[in-house]
């Protein structure tokens, strides 16, 4: 299984960005999909994620600001990311808990893709 991640780049404060994953492969289940990020000099931590169940879970710094969304399978997320601040700078990381039957269910990364909000 693969997670392909796309979009993000460079935006002013008070814009917009989306970043996209994919996740590819023969038969899997997506348990938990979600969106990590990670500073400069600091910890990688949770932004929003899709649970098992559809629940959607955000950070407290992102709520009212950022959308996760999904097709049914969970195959295809999207983290829509409006009202942007400098201090969203950061690589994102589509992250997923995935079932496959040769492996059960373990973590997948997918690439990091770089976010910057110019002040």
């Known amino acids: 299984v693969q997670l392909q991640a796309s979009g993000g780049g460079l935006v002013q404060a008070g814009g917009s960005l989306r970043v996209s994953c994919a996740a590819s492969?023969?038969?899997?289940?997506?348990?938990?999909i979600g969106w990590y990020r990670q500073a400069p000099g600091k910890q990688r931590e949770l932004v929003a994620s899709?649970?098992?169940?559809?629940?959607?879970r955000y950070a407290d710094s992102v709520k009212g600001r950022f959308t996760i969304s999904s097709d049914n399978a969970k195959n295809n997320v999207q983290l829509q990311m409006d009202s942007l601040k400098p201090e969203d700078t950061a690589v994102y990381y589509c992250?997923?808990?995935?079932?496959?039957?040769?492996?059960?269910?373990?973590?997948?990364w997918g690439q990091g893709t770089q976010v910057t909000v110019s002040s």
């Open positions: 899709i649970v098992s169940g559809g629940g959607h």
């Open positions: 992250n997923a808990n995935i079932w496959t039957a040769s492996k059960g269910s373990i973590d997948y």
């Open positions: 492969g023969s038969t899997f289940v997506i348990n938990n």
